[in-house]
T-cell receptor, first 112, second 114 residues
């Protein structure tokens, strides 16, 4: 079945460091790919998405590129801030199904 | 523009009881999905409602049931509660009118089963 694998956390960085959170997926066909962010005590917020191979999603300085050949959708940010501390979830939506399959999440901790 | 809303925020129940959670979708959305997020885990898909019918279902027992109303709002019902049902229950809304599969989430209902 469809699945998403994320790197385990926590990822601990100093402010202004470069961030990479790895995400790979297994799916039949060509799913849409998403990154969601969850701040403490809150629901999920859509961070970015990509719907086809080689698409790049971007938002608030975060970027991720849909790589079909490596079945990956790694999240990157050039300079993290303390306010980026949260749990980040990679997810896929099988084409035509409008449901999400999530990874287990990666906690990011950014210190001043 | 109101986003997805859920009620209540928190609930405490005991084993064997029944619970109903409620969700109002984002304005303009007609599809509601429910997810269960256990502590430290990613959300798991429970089911999805569109046009007042269950359209898709994840790997959850039939103790979990739902309903969608004509105004697109939805309820999640869980019968015969187990300790393992303790989780954050998330509602997400989307639209089938547009060629997009993006879902928008509410803040969730935290259910504790004692």
């Amino acid at each position: 079945g469809d699945s998403v694998t994320q790197m385990e956390g926590p990822v601990t960085l100093s402010e202004e460091a470069f961030l990479t959170i790895n995400c790979t997926y297994t799916a039949t066909g060509y799913p849409s790919l998403f990154w969601y962010v969850q701040y403490p005590g809150e629901g999920l917020q859509l961070l970015l998405k990509a719907t086809k191979a080689d698409d790049k999603g971007s938002n608030k300085g975060f970027e991720a590129t849909y790589r079909k050949e490596t079945t990956s959708f790694h999240l990157e940010k050039g300079s993290v801030q303390v306010s980026d501390s949260a749990v980040y979830f990679c997810a896929l939506s099988p084409r035509g199904f409008q449901k999400l399959v999530f990874g287990t999440g990666t906690r990011l901790l950014v210190s001043p | 523009d109101a986003g997805v809303t859920q009620s209540p925020t928190h609930l405490i129940k005991t084993r064997g009881q029944q619970v109903t959670l409620r969700c109002s979708p984002k304005s303009g959305h007609d599809t509601v999905s429910w997810y269960q997020q256990a502590l430290g885990q990613g959300p798991q898909f429970i089911f999805q409602y569109y046009e007042e019918e269950e359209r898709q279902r994840g790997n959850f027992p039939d103790r979990f049931s739902g309903h969608q109303f004509p105004n697109y709002s939805s309820e999640l019902n869980v019968n015969a509660l187990l300790l393992g049902d303790s989780a954050l229950y998330l509602c997400a809304s989307s639209t089938r009118q547009a060629s997009t599969d993006t879902q928008y989430f509410g803040p969730g209902t935290r259910l504790t089963v004692l």
